[in-house]
């Protein structure tokens, strides 16, 4: 209908490819740390690993939501969804912008100026889309697996996704036509989701804030985060369980039995 009316679409996902998480593509349960509340990133061997507290478990067989065997890492391209449109539209131009084609000199510009100038239908690409650009013909955007920032492995998901949407809708409709926003999502009560779909900032604020002062997540406590680089495995994770046990004595000594004590977790593996 859009395309048939000589209207733009444009389609995002906020990665290029693949996501650590692992989930049920039954019902979209993801496995998440117990203790630090971030999703589980896949390691070679079957194992779910957390990044902030190295805590580790196995990959399961079963959902433990819902019993299917349909658990996976969550996997998706820009170029699947490039080749997507165009075995469903034929007839429609399609753009791709994304790292891989925008690695030469001038090329994000020029992809930009040939969406502007109508020169293509569909712009299909990951988040830099969506920032701060005025196409007056765009009247459909889409949110494609918005799951993949939503379960990044880190407590800012959540307040990076509702950036993203709230920014995303505002490319929609900016002409003398209305504009639509579609999001895809196996979550689609998450407080994000909801917030980001009706603009309001203040209920997302206060969902966020409970979430933080329940985990202890900034801004509701400091949180001090030490990254060691090598390029031997094994030194590194030898010298950072000696940087937890020195920083546990030296704690012990300044804090003794004080309940303001800082809490250490780790040392775990950095997400990539």
Do not use: W
């Not at 546990?248 to 004590?261: K, V």
Request: one cysteine or more; proline letters at 4%; a positive charge.
């Amino acid at each position: 209908d859009r395309l048939s009316k000589k209207e733009q679409i444009m389609l995002f996902m906020n990665r290029r490819g693949l996501a650590g998480f692992v989930s049920c593509r039954q019902c979209g349960y993801v496995f998440k740390c117990p203790h630090c509340d971030v999703s589980l990133s896949e390691h070679i061997g079957g194992r779910l690993v957390c990044h902030y507290c190295g805590y580790e478990q196995r990959t399961p067989s079963v959902c433990p939501s819902c019993g299917s065997r349909y658990l996976s890492a969550f996997r998706a391209g820009t170029q699947q969804i490039e080749r997507a449109c165009q075995k469903m539209f034929p007839q429609a131009r399609v753009l791709r912008m994304d790292a891989d084609t925008t690695r030469t000199k001038n090329s994000y510009e020029k992809i930009l100026c040939a969406f502007a100038n109508f020169e293509a239908d569909i712009l299909v690409g990951t988040q830099m889309i969506v920032k701060g650009h005025d196409f007056p013909r765009v009247t459909l955007v889409s949110a494609l697996a918005a799951d993949l920032s939503l379960n990044v492995g880190d407590f800012h998901a959540a307040e990076r996704t509702f950036q993203l949407l709230t920014q995303a809708s505002g490319r929609a409709g900016r002409g003398s036509q209305p504009g639509t926003m579609v999001i895809q999502t196996y979550q689609p009560d998450h407080y994000a989701i909801l917030a980001s779909q009706k603009q309001d900032y203040e209920a997302f604020f206060t969902e966020e804030m409970e979430y933080r002062r329940i985990m202890m997540y900034p801004p509701v406590a400091h949180l001090l985060q030490i990254r060691i680089f090598t390029h031997q495995e094994e030194v590194g994770v030898s010298f950072a369980a000696k940087v937890r046990t020195t920083i546990e004595q030296r704690l012990q000594i300044l804090y003794n039995h004080s309940n303001d004590r800082p809490v250490v977790i780790g040392p775990a593996y950095a997400s990539v």
